[in-house]
């Protein structure tokens, strides 16, 4: 079955770094375009950042533009998200997101991560 197993989480103090890893199993990795998503306390989920199957295009969520940088490698399947200059503000659970995209809508297909939790306290 399909896992995407997220790892490199914890506490961590502002102004810090981390690297979240997100593994897949079950799916062809390269087709498929990975992002990552958080959800902070009492707030609806954010979409952090994409990279398409083959990491041309890369998008980040303004409030982590020039600090967060995501990745890709298709040989381990493996997606990461290297994290600097943290803030409290970054506190939150990160989902590993993949989505493979049918001719419309309908025959889209995602998956989820359990997520990870990260928490930017001093």
């Known amino acids: 079955q399909v896992q995407l197993v997220e790892s490199g989480g914890g506490l961590v103090q502002p102004g810090g770094s981390l690297t979240l890893s997100c593994r897949a199993s079950?799916?062809?990795?390269?087709?498929?375009?990975m992002s990552w998503y958080r959800q902070a306390p009492g707030k609806e989920r954010e979409l952090v950042a994409t990279?398409?199957?083959?990491?041309?295009?890369?998008n980040y969520a303004d409030s982590v533009k020039g600090r967060f940088s995501i990745s890709r490698d298709n040989a381990q399947n493996t997606v990461y998200l290297q994290m600097n200059s943290l803030k409290p503000e970054d506190t939150a659970v990160y989902y590993c997101?993949?989505?493979?995209?049918?001719?419309?809508?309908?025959?889209?297909?995602?998956?989820w991560g359990q997520g990870t939790l990260i928490t930017v306290s001093s």
């Open positions: 997101n993949a989505k493979r995209y049918g001719l419309s809508s309908k025959y889209d297909v995602e998956f």
């Open positions: 079950g799916i062809t990795f390269s087709t498929y375009d």
């Open positions: 990279v398409t199957q083959i990491g041309y295009t890369i």
